[in-house]
């Protein structure tokens, strides 16, 4: 499916994030376990991914497994963990046709030893890749983020490495995991839910927000057209007012 002619490419966000919702309720109402829902999110991920280089868009951040995740049944999180691997394992060869380099953000050293190795290895082998980067948020949540990025920072002043004097918010950025990423200026909610949910906390200061209905499993390329072409109706004045903006 093209993209549509309405669609203004002159305008279209550098970085974009996701949290994928819904797939246990799109499980449920179509008769089946939870884990069938993450599976079939992954046609998702796909479509989603294509059709986010398609449009020009740089950076592409999903919300793959938050630290609080970990606090679900342990069958549940077995099973993503196995799709974890498998997916990223399978997908690699995608990624390299369509020029998308692959990152990943959050406690990384939680993840099972095998989906780290798997990750490595994808992340490894799509790094010359020079088109969209693909970011996946792992065992991620912002406050952990944060508490992370402070807790270095602390260690840098206490040996020296940096005066407290001269921290400001260029300085705190590059403790984040998203030190090399932009900012998202737009962050879009799939199934209803109207939730941050710890997600880049202090990097959506001045995003965008879109909710959508749709339960992820559901959710294609085309969503993902409509939810880029509703941002750029947007005014964004960054604490100007409209007049200071023409």
Avoid at 200 to 215: G, M, N, P, V
């Amino acid at each position: 499916m093209p993209i549509p002619s309405h669609f203004n490419s002159e305008n279209v966000p550098q970085h974009i994030a996701i949290i994928m919702d819904g797939n246990g309720r799109w499980a449920k109402q179509n008769g089946k376990a939870r884990v069938f829902g993450h599976k079939s999110g992954v046609k998702s991920v796909r479509s989603v991914s294509e059709g986010a280089a398609e449009a020009g868009v740089k950076y592409l951040t999903l919300y793959a497994f938050s630290t609080e995740n970990w606090n679900r049944p342990k069958a549940e999180v077995t099973a993503l963990m196995q799709l974890l691997v498998s997916t990223i394992s399978r997908e690699t060869k995608t990624l390299n046709k369509n020029n998308i380099r692959l990152a990943a953000i959050g406690d990384l050293g939680s993840l099972p030893r095998n989906c780290q190795s798997e990750l490595e290895k994808a992340i490894e082998n799509t790094s010359s890749n020079t088109g969209m980067t693909l970011v996946l948020a792992l065992s991620y949540s912002s406050r952990w983020e944060i508490l992370a990025a402070i807790k270095s920072l602390l260690n840098d002043v206490k040996s020296g490495t940096l005066d407290a004097a001269t921290l400001n918010e260029t300085v705190f950025n590059n403790y984040l995991c998203t030190k090399n990423i932009p900012d998202p200026e737009l962050i879009i909610r799939t199934s209803g839910e109207h939730r941050i949910s710890n997600f880049l906390l202090w990097q959506a200061a001045y995003s965008e927000f879109y909710f959508t209905d749709i339960l992820w499993p559901d959710f294609r390329k085309e969503n993902l057209w409509d939810a880029v072409t509703d941002f750029q109706n947007r005014e964004r004045r960054f604490g100007k007012t409209s007049e200071q903006l023409k």
